[in-house]
């Protein structure tokens, strides 16, 4: 599972357990490993951001989530920096209710492609992977 997010450096808001969920994790190519941003079970404004060494285009982000009832109908947020330490959503989108699914998936698929440093996702719970093409 190869895309741009393996090239990044991920970075969190919280990282309550680094020694066994690391940001990392979200960002290592593998759906067996899990960056866990704490008890998080209602909206949130935690983030996990992805930073590269430059630019990356990109027109989609897909990010697998553990499949909890606390995730449906959550909205998920995809934001780039417009300005040092300001943030806005370049997308946003509404996880599925779908229990049968292994994971809770948000797909983020852009009008037109974009090329950032740095993008994050935003509202977390369990996050198994992210994959950016």
Known sequence: LKTLAQEATAS????????EYPASAANDGK???????????KSNTEWLQL??????TFSKV???????PSMHGRTIRLQKEVSPGKWEDIATT?????ATAHHAV???QLASPVAL???RIVNLLDLFEIEIY
């Open 12 to 19: 969190a808001s919280v990282v309550p357990k680094p020694a």
């Open 31 to 41: 759906l067996s490993t899990l960056y866990w941003p704490g008890d998080l079970t």
């Open 51 to 56: 930073t590269w060494d430059k630019p990356r």
């Open 62 to 68: 897909v990010v697998r989530f553990l499949q909890h």
């Open 94 to 98: 509404v996880i599925q209710a779908d």
């Open 106 to 108: 948000v797909t983020f």
């Open 117 to 119: 440093e740095k993008v």
